[in-house]
């Protein structure tokens, strides 16, 4: 089978057994620098695609994805615009809430909540929350009039309460998101309002911004304690693509005849979801510097090499092998290291990642810990997300950043002058 000469010799020096340990040790040390870097890459960038998926797709299923009020965020006659809303082919479903700022009191115990008023019906077509809930009944236990509570997790589990208890809030009799004019302000609405609910359920989005602060009532409940009328704060609307929120805002606006005010989710949480992005590409930056070292043990590997080899270049250059083919033989032998510790990489990084979740519990199980602190990282759980483009990204990165460590040294290999390499031979 037909070989170029320069592969074939460039093959033949990496099979070959040396007769100087020092540089085959130096060798194995760069394929396993090359391929440690990868399996690290491959590794942390899976579980910063966990991370972020994991994030997403919590965050995302509670938050809104458009907010459709009026200017002092009291919205009349919300069923109407409900009919105007859903008349847009991009909005899948709306509901109408209450929001409001209350405190929460059981004994001594005291903590701050956003509390949502919801209607069960129409609130389980819109945001995730209902798969969170303990109970398989989710919004459904909150009943009109009942005065029914369900809480976060982290939130019931400060105020020291379960199922069955019940909570004070306390909260101004109105409350707004646009700061009321001081001489229009009744004192009365100075005395908070207390009322007792009873906890009914608890729900865990493995999030603490929404486990240890969110808290729901039934819309009714809501309506009659802060004096709403059939006025609601607003309408909830999820949409089919969330990515599209901009353009159906803007649909929206022109669409409606009225003074709506309308909001998207990426208004007030891009900027979190570019910073984990961002994150994620400064890592991957960060990371590629494991490689870049193992390229240099690449270059050093190759230099001593050359220096080893010196004899057999003059007498391959003496027998007519121009520079070109001398430098191609020390490339390709790079360039096969550099595929060696690649491909070794890719392989063990894709089996670390797959198994990153029984792998993490294996250590906590080990020493006793909690690797994940849901305080400070938000998820208790994460489990590895690899992405073809990402593994393909660091191979072939990988690869070329080992393949131009090998230039220079086939470079000086190419100026070997024969001569003066067999003078004392």
């Keep these: 089978m037909f070989q170029p000469l320069s592969a074939f010799i460039g093959l033949r020096y990496t099979k070959a057994k040396r007769d100087n340990n020092y540089i085959s040790f130096i060798s194995v040390a760069s394929v396993f620098g090359i391929a440690l870097g990868v399996i690290v890459l491959i590794t942390v960038l899976s579980i910063m695609n966990g991370y972020v998926k994991g994030i997403q797709n919590r965050h995302l ?212 979801f570019r910073a984990l992005q961002l994150q994620k590409t400064m890592l991957f930056l960060v990371l590629l510097l494991i490689i870049g070292v193992a390229a240099f043990n690449l270059i050093s590997t190759l230099i001593m090499v050359v220096t080893d080899k010196e004899s057999d270049i003059a007498i391959l250059r003496t027998l007519g092998m121009s520079p070109k083919q001398v430098m191609k033989v020390f490339v390709i032998q790079g360039a096969l290291l550099a595929l060696i510790g690649t491909t070794i990489g890719v392989v063990l990084g894709l089996l670390i990642a797959s198994n990153i979740s029984s792998i993490v519990q294996f250590f906590e199980g080990l020493f006793d810990t909690n690797l994940l602190v849901k305080e400070i990282h938000g998820l208790t759980q994460i489990d590895a997300e690899i992405q073809s483009f990402d593994v393909i990204l660091i191979a072939v990165s990988a690869f070329i950043l080992s393949v131009a460590a090998t230039i220079f040294p086939a470079w000086k290999a190419s100026k070997v002058q024969p001569a003066e390499a067999l003078r004392y031979e």
Excluded: C
Excluded at 67 to 90: F, I
Excluded at 136 to 164: C, H, Q, R, Y
């Design 61 to 272: 299923g509670m938050l809104s994805h458009i907010t459709v009020s009026d200017s002092d965020w009291s919205l009349p006659r919300w069923q109407e615009r409900r009919k105007q809303v859903l008349q847009n082919k991009s909005v899948k479903s709306a509901a109408p809430f209450i929001e409001r700022q209350v405190i929460l009191k059981e004994a001594d115990k005291v903590h701050p909540a956003l509390l949502e008023a919801v209607l069960p019906e129409y609130e389980k077509d819109v945001g995730t929350i209902n798969r969170y809930i303990d109970d398989d009944k989710g919004l459904s236990l909150l009943e009109p009039n009942a005065f029914n509570i369900i809480l976060g997790e982290s939130l019931a589990s400060t105020l020291d309460v379960k199922v069955g208890d019940s909570v004070t809030m306390l909260s101004p009799k109105q409350q707004s998101f646009i700061v009321a004019n001081n001489e229009d302000q009744n004192p009365d609405d100075l005395i908070p309002l207390i009322k007792e609910f009873t906890v009914v359920g608890t729900f865990k989005v493995d999030l603490q911004i929404y486990d240890k602060s969110f808290a729901y009532i039934h819309l009714d409940d809501a309506a009659e304690l802060f004096d709403m009328g059939s006025n609601v704060t607003g309408l909830r609307g999820q949409i089919e693509d969330i990515f599209k929120a901009k353009q159906v805002t803007e649909e929206l606006a022109i669409e409606s005849m009225d003074d709506f005010v309308i909001t998207n989710w990426t208004s007030q949480h891009s900027s979190f």
